[in-house]
């Protein structure tokens, strides 16, 4: 994808509230100003989030897949070793395609981290009740939201409702209770009790495939950083977009290991992709809209805080008021807890000199996080944008007036008083 | 070997104190390169540990009782004792309290799995079960008020937790504010007491009460000394605290709406004895509680949201204990007050499950999920099930116990209308909500919702089980027989009459009310009009009297003053000789006063 | 022992004025009070004997001082907040030798009227506070501090000149003989028609020091615009000196007469109390609010000085102990928040209690101080505030009923205060505030623990003055009308 350095002179300005925004993305950019240090930003978080990452993927999948139906699963928290060697099929040797030219199993830096922790080496269990360890709750809310919402394309949604999809489910939950009498007992009073949390499971392991594509990409974008093969921002968003292409096709499934033997519930062939099942749905629900924060809203019927259609719920990252970070009833505290744990050093340095430095690191690589996924959303966009639309180069200027459309239509989104847009264009929001 | 145990039960309350304290290590700044959690699950140990405690001593009690008194402040004659009593009645009673709290604490750590705010809640949570053991062990009156008003504070942190959220500060200053009048007019009643009975104790009020005389001055101090329990039980007027508590975290919610409510009920029923002397306070009982058991279920119905659907209940269902008292059915009101915390925490344990995994606490974008969340349904019908008249369950047992003492009782037929009608809203109070949420079709927000946490639902489930064998449990006491009182059937038809006609999802039956209901009698509005608009025009008064008539009249002073001065400072003119001769004149005056004094001294017929 | 109490405060003051260099001023200010404190400990246990000396004895002015068990907790209060006082202040403050120096002249003046048993000397001493007072609020206070200082050297003058005009009548016109030492006063014989002036005189004296509404005129604009030290000072320890003077001379030298006139003076008593709480609602900077708060807590004292039962002057003696800390805490939070976040005005504050960006530790304190104030058990408030309406139910039910209303109406601006000001969003516009250093916390800390420490263990505030408050009371009314049961013991009468 080319980056076009002036702005093409077939149309006139813009006329969107972000004009300037959407001239930069049709020059290629992204929603992100590109300054040296927004790109030093935005690559340090992405390395920051992808150590933990790398943990979320593994036990999702480790509990969509083994753990599975456990009425008291007290230990899912704790992958086995199967699990933490696991290759992701895009680093390493035996990747299918290499994304990240490290190895494929667990990151280094994240296994330090469970050996040790922020304290001292000690028995998993003891990291696990001291609290140092990876909130793996922020992964499972994220997978939450995928479930919950609706409306978000694909027929990964629907074909969960399949009569073929519910064969094979209660084919694997009767394997799954064998020999236990009260739970096959109170599957046949509750056929659909069981069979939703199937539905949940499903969901872990989409999340669980989708974020083991992320990493690698996000750890190959801190390698590329480190040896300056990055000119700017719009660059680091190109290679997101060229890392969505190619991983585009990935099916999405979903096997169970009962016993030994592999049952498969959603099965490869059924030919659900990365992009359409769970890139799009995961950037609509947990970015634009999550649910409301009980620390900041109030889920009182007669208070009408909460939206009715949930297509209008706006409590994703990009319009989070990261501020409260820290505070009770703000769910991403988790997440900026696990990625303070990996900053790189430059980034801390950055922290060190603005605002209360150490004190305060929660909120500001929090507004750092909420910057880097704008770029990301940008990536999304210009995605998008280059599979349905016209090249950004296109000489018709029709077929750029309906890219300029695509693209303030995605502006539009961002129009309400909650979005951050305006906020990121600033340097000075910490 | 169960022996000790007994003799320390006075240790019960520490353990939890110690936790809520030592939750202080994870304040912001101390411990934060680790996360929260451990501060909850240190609070849940030392939970753990004083229901242990308790149980363990509840075992070796054997019918035993241990009283003793530790003197705290003595001063010019006033001498406050903390005197307290361990018997098998008041193990019962901590065991239940810190029962309870272990299920909303493992509930809570399940709920609050996405919360950072552990240390703060779980630290409050702890104190309040030290405080409730406090209560139910001391004998004196005053250490009671010391606790209600402790608790108050309490319950303004606690639901004040997730501060950041308008509605929540807001339900958090009229938390307290509600409850610290009911305390404060409490205290009122608790220091004209002293010169009237002597003492602040329970046994020896008791005694005295026997031979008291009823005046007008008495009966306005025992009106007042129900104001407190009034409060803290959320009866009309002081009702509306409930509702907006309802902000604060659902383990909260399940504690503030079953044991500590039933803390406020049980310093009324210690009151008791008191109460007796006068028949205008029993009549203010019996208005008060009827008037919020048949308000408050009415209430109920009318809401939309789920939380408060459930808070009025609780309002409605003491409103039947307050008037128990007031009409001197004493162990009925013990009973009631035995069988209540469960069923209500089971119930909101219930209906927290749901509003996490559905993102909504509108009964109105609920319904359909009988079919994927079958087991938490269950849960709230024994729920519900144990709290109204419905045999074999412990509910029916408490009502029936009232029925038959209000049948025995003074103005029968007024009585057991107000508590069949009641008992008829409750029931179609709680299976209206049922029905809201878990029969009919689903909704948008309930297409998908699968079965939250176990830590969620594990408590819930052995919270119903507890709820379905509390007959049994119930057996070996007191309690334990049903004696089938003539208003048997009734009752029970009521019950079931309530149900069906919600089921049938009838209008409301005050459907034109409706409105008016569903906003709480627009009490708010009321409250904002007369007493916080009295306040507010009394204190701008006082500001705008103290900015003219005082200041002014300060300035005015000032003003003058400073002109005086400058114009004294004209008269200095700089010459030598004008000082010199106002310095001889001030020297003659002086002069002349010693001589005056001295005559004065000197023995002299003249007298001032 | 009490010579060298005083002479501490006094060898500070005069050497950071006369020694250019030398010790940093903080420093030996910081010294004298814990000096003052040891020595205070030595007096607990081994009493001082009274040290009389004659200074002008035409004048009948004796340099007599003694201790009592109301003198030494409120010279232990004097010295602990003069401490407090000095470690509130920021370092960088300017002219920080004249400062310290007359702190120190304060604290001189305070602690020889307190110790005092001579009527000319504990005028004398009175008299001293003024000035450097009125320089302590002129020159280190905010905007309006000038206008503040003069009013407040106006209304101090003119309690001077009524306290020395009522003393100088106490001691002229007792039949028994010209002295103004307070043995002598107590028992002196008046003639009928005067008794009446001098209480008006000593009332009016001390009524303008408490303050007293309605002589209230000068307190609210003092104690807002000085700062946060000075006002510390002032409301905990000098106010403490009105109170005082009533206890000794009002309601000591001159019992019948007040006997005569508490009604008025317990209605007086609860109307400042409400009308304290009343104004404290309606305010909108944090500084004022507190203030007022401060002239309510003082509507209490006046009721339990009227009912002057044994009981409920042991609560007026806590009442002071109580109020000297709660308010001075409240003085030192506000400081702190204010330099902090630059602002006092609540409307521009909230969400400070966020853990990362706000003031976490610094609001806790301030709910700490706030439910004090507000009289919630566990602190020290409660305890003064339940002795005081216990004391006074007996004798004026009414009136404690009005001040359990003020002290409903005190909940609801403690409530209002920290839920605008703790709790709430950060506005992140502004929310750039400096945290604050373990240094700056120290005073809040300390007298926080001492606010809880007095809730938790009544003999606190209420151990030291049993036997002098038994001594000046003028009812001894039976706590309990019935034969008791063995829980209450009955006073002897």
């Known amino acids: 994808m080319t980056v076009l350095t002036s702005r093409p002179t077939l149309l006139p300005p813009s006329t969107h509230p972000f004009s300037e925004v959407v001239e930069r993305l049709e020059a290629g950019g992204s929603m992100l100003p590109d300054t040296p240090e927004n790109l030093t930003q935005i690559i340090g978080i992405y390395k920051a989030y992808a150590v933990p990452m790398d943990f979320y993927w593994r036990d999702l999948l480790y509990i969509a897949e083994r753990v599975f139906l456990n009425p008291l699963p007290a230990f899912k928290y704790f992958p086995s070793q199967e699990y933490l060697d696991l290759p992701n099929s895009y680093a390493g040797e035996s990747a299918d395609l290499r994304i990240w030219r490290g190895e494929a199993g667990a990151h280094p830096e994240l296994l330090e981290f469970m050996a040790k922790g922020e304290t001292r080496r000690m028995p998993k269990l003891l990291h696990h009740l001291w609290h140092d360890r990876i909130n793996m709750e922020f992964a499972e809310a994220c997978m939450d939201a995928m479930f919950w919402h609706q409306g978000m394309g694909g027929r990964f949604y629907d074909y969960l409702e399949s009569d073929t999809y519910k064969a094979n489910a209660d084919r694997a939950i009767k394997a799954y209770f064998k020999g236990n009498p009260l739970m096959l007992g109170l599957h046949k009073l509750f056929p659909e009790m069981f069979l939703e949390q199937v539905r949940k499971l499903s969901y872990y392991a989409n999340l669980g495939l989708f974020w083991e594509v992320m990493a690698p990409v996000f750890f190959e974008m801190s390698d590329i950083y480190d040896e300056g093969g990055f000119a700017g921002v719009p660059d680091a968003m190109n290679f997101l977009v060229n890392g969505i292409f190619a991983v585009a096709g990935r099916p999405i499934y979903h096997h169970v290991y009962i016993d030994g033997e592999c049952l498969e519930i959603i099965p490869k062939s059924e030919g659900f992709t990365w992009l359409y099942e769970a890139a799009l749905p995961y950037v609509e629900a947990v970015f634009y809209r999550t649910a409301p924060f009980r620390g900041t809203k109030s889920y009182n019927a007669q208070a009408g805080q909460v939206p009715d259609v949930q297509a209008d719920f706006h409590y994703g990252i990009l319009y989070a008021d990261v501020f409260p970070v820290g505070s009770a009833g703000i769910p991403p505290t988790l997440l900026m807890q696990d990625m303070v744990h990996f900053l790189p050093p430059y980034l801390k340095e950055i922290y060190l000199k603005h605002r209360r430095g150490e004190e305060d690191q929660l909120i500001q690589l929090g507004i750092t996080f909420q910057r880097s996924m704008y770029n990301v959303t940008s990536a999304v966009i210009q995605a998008l944008r280059a599979a349905l639309f016209y090249p950004l180069d296109d000489p018709d200027p029709e077929h750029l007036l309906a890219n300029r459309r695509f693209f303030e239509s995605q502006m539009d989104r961002f129009l309400r008083p909650e979005a951050r847009l305006r906020d990121v264009q600033t340097q000075d929001y910490r | 070997m169960t022996v000790p145990f007994f003799e320390t039960a006075w240790l019960i309350p520490l353990y939890p104190l110690l936790g809520g304290l030592l939750s202080f290590l994870w304040s912001p700044g101390l411990i934060s390169q680790s996360g929260p959690r451990p501060a909850g699950y240190l609070n849940l140990l030392m939970n753990g540990l004083a229901f242990g405690h308790g149980l363990l001593a509840w075992i070796g009690c054997s019918g035993r009782s241990l009283s003793f008194s530790w003197t705290w402040l003595s001063t010019a004659g006033l001498t406050i004792n903390f005197d307290a009593t361990i018997d098998r009645s008041v193990l019962i009673a901590m065991t239940m309290i810190c029962g309870v709290h272990l299920f909303a604490q493992v509930y809570a750590i399940g709920y609050l799995e996405m919360d950072w705010g552990w240390p703060r809640f779980f630290g409050s949570l702890n104190l309040f079960e030290a405080g409730l053991c406090a209560l139910v062990l001391t004998d004196s009156l005053f250490f009671s008020y010391v606790v209600l008003e402790l608790l108050t504070l309490g319950t303004y942190l606690i639901v004040g937790t997730w501060y950041n959220q308008s509605l929540v500060i807001k339900g958090a200053r009229d938390a307290f504010l509600t409850k610290r009048v009911g305390d404060l007019v409490l205290l009122a009643g608790v220091i004209a007491l002293l010169p009237l009975a002597g003492s602040w104790n329970f046994n020896d009020l008791a005694v005295w009460a026997a031979q008291a005389e009823p005046s007008p001055v008495l009966t306005l101090i025992l009106i007042a000394l129900v104001a407190g329990p009034m409060g803290k039980c959320a009866q009309i007027p002081l009702h509306l605290w409930l509702d907006e508590a309802m902000e604060g975290p659902l383990p909260s919610t399940i504690l503030r709406s079953s044991v500590v409510v039933a803390g406020g009920a049980w310093v009324l029923l210690r009151l008791q004895p008191l109460l007796a002397i006068s028949p205008i306070a029993q009549a203010f009982l019996v208005v008060v509680g009827g008037t919020t058991a048949l308000v408050g279920a009415l209430i109920a119905l009318a809401q939309v949201d789920i939380k408060r659907a459930l808070s009025f209940l609780v309002s409605s269902w003491f409103g039947l204990l307050f008037m128990a008292v007031g009409c001197g059915a004493v162990d009925a009101a013990w009973h009631m007050l035995l069988i209540y915390p469960l069923p209500m925490a089971l119930l909101l344990m219930a209906v927290g499950t749901v509003i996490t995994s559905n993102v909504t606490q509108d009964l109105t974008q609920l319904g359909g999920l009988w079919s994927r969340r079958p087991l938490t349904g269950l849960a709230f019908l024994v729920g519900a099930a144990g709290l109204v008249a419905l045999p074999p369950l412990a509910g029916f047992g408490a009502l029936n116990q009232l029925a038959g003492s209000l049948f025995d009782g003074p103005a029968p037929a007024a009585l057991l209308a107000v508590l069949l009608l009641t008992n008829a809203l409750i029931s179609a109070g709680l299976v209206r909500i049922f029905r809201r949420i878990w029969g009919g079709t689903p909704s948008v927000f309930t297409i998908r919702s699968a079965e939250v946490l176990w830590l969620m639902v594990l408590p819930t489930m052995v919270g119903a089980g507890m709820v379905l064998h509390l007959p049994v449990l119930l057996a070996p006491t007191e309690f334990g027989a049903i004696n089938w009182s003539p208003m048997a059937v009734p009752l029970l038809a009521s019950t079931l009459l309530g149900g069906a006609l919600t089921w049938q999802q009838l209008p409301h039956p005050l459907d034109g009310l409706q409105h008016w209901l569903a906003a709480d009698l627009h009490t708010e509005t009321f409250y904002r009009r007369t007493v916080v608009g009295l306040v507010v025009v009394l204190a701008a008064a006082s500001r705008w009297v103290d900015r003219r008539l005082v200041d002014g009249f300060s300035d005015r002073s000032g003003g003058l003053t400073m002109e005086g001065a400058r114009r004294l400072s004209y008269s200095t003119s700089g010459r030598v000789q004008g000082y010199a001769l106002t310095v001889l004149v001030g020297v003659l005056l002086m002069g002349v006063w010693f001589l005056v004094r001295q005559l004065a001294l000197a023995p002299s017929p003249l007298h001032f | ?493």
């Open chain 3, 1 to 493: 022992m009490l010579l060298l109490l005083l002479l501490l405060p006094l060898a500070a003051a005069l050497a950071m004025v006369v020694a250019p260099a030398g010790p940093s001023p903080r420093r030996l200010a910081l010294l004298i009070p814990c000096l003052q404190l040891l020595l205070l400990v030595r007096m607990v246990t081994e009493p001082a004997s009274d040290l009389r000396l004659a200074w002008l004895p035409q004048l009948g002015l004796d340099f007599h001082l003694g201790q009592d068990g109301l003198s030494l907790p409120l010279v232990g209060l004097t010295s602990l907040l003069t401490l407090m006082a000095v470690a509130a202040t920021s370092l960088g403050m300017p002219r920080q030798r004249l400062f310290f120096s007359l702190v120190m002249a304060t604290n001189l003046g305070l602690q020889g009227a307190l110790l005092a048993r001579n009527g000319l000397l504990f005028v004398l001493a009175f008299e001293l506070i003024l000035i450097p007072t009125t320089l302590l609020i002129a020159i280190w206070g905010h905007e309006r501090s000038r206008e503040a200082a003069i009013r407040y050297l106006l209304y101090g003058a003119a309690s001077g000149v009524a306290l020395l005009a009522a003393v100088l009548a106490l001691g002229l016109l007792n039949r028994n003989g010209f002295s103004f030492a307070y043995a002598d006063l107590a028992t002196a014989v008046l003639p009928q028609g005067s008794k009446v002036w001098i209480l008006g005189l000593l009332i009016l004296a001390f009524g303008l020091k408490l303050p007293a509404v309605p002589l209230h005129g000068w307190q609210p604009l003092a104690y807002s615009e000085s700062s946060s030290p000075v006002a510390m000072l002032l409301a905990g320890a000098v106010s403490k000196l009105g109170a005082y003077g009533l206890l000794r001379f009002g309601v000591g030298f001159m019992g019948d007469t007040w006997e005569a006139w508490s009604p008025l003076i317990a209605v007086a008593g609860t109307a400042g109390a409400v009308y304290g709480a009343l104004n404290a609602i309606a305010q909108t900077d944090m500084r004022r609010l507190v203030a007022y708060s401060s002239l309510g807590h003082m509507g209490l004292l006046l009721l339990a000085m009227a009912a002057a039962t044994p009981l409920s002057l042991q609560g007026a003696v806590a009442q002071l102990l109580a109020h000297g800390l709660i308010s001075s805490l409240l003085f030192c939070v506000v400081g702190l928040i204010e330099a902090k976040t630059g602002t006092t005005e609540i409307a521009e504050l909230s969400g400070l209690l966020n853990p990362l960006r706000g003031l976490p530790f610094t609001l806790g304190i301030f709910l700490l101080a706030l439910m004090a104030a507000a009289g919630l058990p566990g602190m020290v408030g409660f305890v003064a505030e339940l002795v005081v309406f216990q004391g006074s139910w007996t004798m004026f039910p009414l009136p404690t009923l009005g001040c359990l209303f003020a002290s409903g109406l005190t909940a609801v601006y403690a409530v209002r205060l920290f839920n605008r000001v703790g709790f709430g969003k950060l506005d992140n516009a502004k929310a750039f505030y400096p945290a604050t250093t373990w240094s700056e916390r120290l005073p809040a800390l300390a007298l926080s623990t001492l606010v809880l420490v007095g809730g938790l263990w009544p003999p606190l505030t209420l151990g030291w003055s049993e036997s002098v408050t038994t001594s000046l009371a003028l009812h001894h009314p039976l706590i309990a009308s019935l034969p008791a049961t063995s829980l209450l013991q009955e006073l002897p009468s």
